[in-house]
């Protein structure tokens, strides 16, 4: 006899200054994910645009915007066009592995040298190993530290230059978070290389899509996702196909949505 399943408890967070459209706030709908069904919760809030921060699925319910759409990719239509296919031979040298999620110093390394280029004086520059460490091991779903080295020598292992924490789910790859070397004279593109690798990756395990997190109307670090076709949007009647026509043209970068602090929802979920 199969256990009765629990209904999610949902939180909201009270409301602070959006990181990526001026002049306004984001809240976020959240809830905790344990127990023995946190795996099949994870996957059925992931299919409605919920996003994963260790132990807590979480989504955009800000009050006044509708800005964030969560956005993933449709994997066995995916061709890469002439620029991804360069950038996918300039770095066919690169060693991949998918390790269990044990976090290291090398990877905190990478992390922090990472933030300090993209990210100076975000709320993730606080972070020290201990944070790190939380962020890739507390997790309740199948979970793994994607990595990328160059070639190794005399039986070491090469250097560490990009990394992703990537969860595993029904249907897909979920990216939760990836950094790289930035400052790599002989391997510019290196976050767009590991979205790539994702999505081969995805469609050879035959894995319909690779959920990218929210692509955020107006905000110029989030228009390199339209770069990957095809891709799909969440309205109000489900995934659709995602025109890039309505994203701002020429606008690219590469930084990752910013994750909620889950040390704050932790105390929230306490009360």
Partial sequence: MTAPFR???????NPSPCPYLPG???RKVFTELSGDNAAELNDALGRIGFRRSQNVAYRPSCIDCTACVSVRVVTHEFRPNATQRKLLRRNEDLVVSACKPWSTQEQ?????RYLNVRHPGGGMTEMDEMDFADMVEQT??????????????????????????TDRQGDGLSMIYSFFDTQSPDRPGLGNYIIMDHILRAAAADLPYVYLGYWVKGAARMQYKVRYQPLE????????????????????????????????????LRR
């Fill in 140 to 165: 309740p779903v199948d979970s793994h530290v994607v990595e990328y080295r160059e070639p190794g020598s005399n039986g070491r292992p090469g250097k560490l230059v990009g990394a992703c924490l």
């Fill in 233 to 268: 949007k969440l309205g109000r009647d489900g995934w659709t196909r995602f025109d890039p026509i309505e994203s701002d043209p020429g606008a690219v970068g590469a930084a990752p949505e910013r994750a909620p602090r889950t040390a704050d929802l932790a105390t929230i």
């Fill in 7 to 13: 209904f999610p408890r949902f939180f909201v967070t």
């Fill in 24 to 26: 306004k706030s984001e």
């Fill in 108 to 112: 905190f390394a990478l992390l922090q």
